[in-house]
């Protein structure tokens, strides 16, 4: 079992940043990969970043690159998703999401692939 627990959310202004974190606990030695998603109000789970466990290759949503980055501390059982130039668009739950077993890289967008998930934490994102 693996528990995940993300912070950092918020209500914030078109431009801001903020740090959203995901800490894992329980059996993370078997962890391959871990992944952010989102969900806005209305719409469904979408595929943010992931981020290779042990390797750290990175993986990014086509309308995030560049303005997000996914990283991670081994030492810590962290993934954290730096998200900068905030838009209202962005406004979601974010969810961290891992995997234990090796999956090709096509497949770590799906939500399906993932074997535990976080509870979400709220970004907001006001114009």
């Known amino acids: 079992q693996v528990q995940l627990v993300e912070a950092g959310g918020g209500l914030v202004q078109a431009g801001d940043s903020l740090r959203l974190s995901c800490v894992a606990s329980g059996r993370t030695f078997s962890t391959y990969a871990m992944g952010w998603f989102r969900q806005a109000p209305g719409k469904e789970r979408e595929f943010v970043a992931a981020?290779?466990?042990?390797?750290?290759?990175?993986y990014y949503e086509d309308s995030v690159k560049g303005r997000f980055t996914i990283s991670r501390a081994i030492a810590k059982n962290t993934v954290y998703l730096q998200v900068n130039s905030l838009k209202p668009e962005d406004t979601a739950v974010y969810y961290c999401?891992?995997?234990?077993?090796?999956?090709?890289?096509?497949?770590?967008?799906?939500?399906?692939?993932?074997?535990?998930w976080g509870q979400g934490t709220q970004v907001t994102v006001s114009s």
């Open positions: 981020i290779t466990w042990i390797s750290g290759s990175t």
């Open positions: 999401a891992g995997r234990t077993a090796f999956i090709s890289t096509l497949n770590l967008r799906a939500t399906a692939s993932y074997d535990y």
